[in-house]
């Protein structure tokens, strides 16, 4: 738990966000659920719709999407 005096936010700060970094590269996680049918995407496989959330998703990121 973070105490919030200015020195010991940064050291908890610093603490907690260092270990997302390996080897001067930021490690990021992303979990996807279809919008079609969320966490039981497994059980009612529709891969149209996954095409659909990537293709949207694409879109969103400016110069993307775009072939």
Request: charged share 25%; net charge negative.
């Amino acid at each position: 738990m973070c105490n919030f005096s200015i020195p010991q936010f940064h050291n908890c700060i610093m603490e907690t966000l260092m270990p997302l970094f390996i080897d001067g590269r930021f490690e990021l996680g992303v979990n996807y659920w279809a919008s079609a049918n969320a966490t039981r995407m497994w059980r009612d496989w529709r891969p149209d719709e996954i095409e659909k959330d990537l293709a949207a998703l694409a879109a969103a990121i400016p110069g993307e999407g775009k072939e």
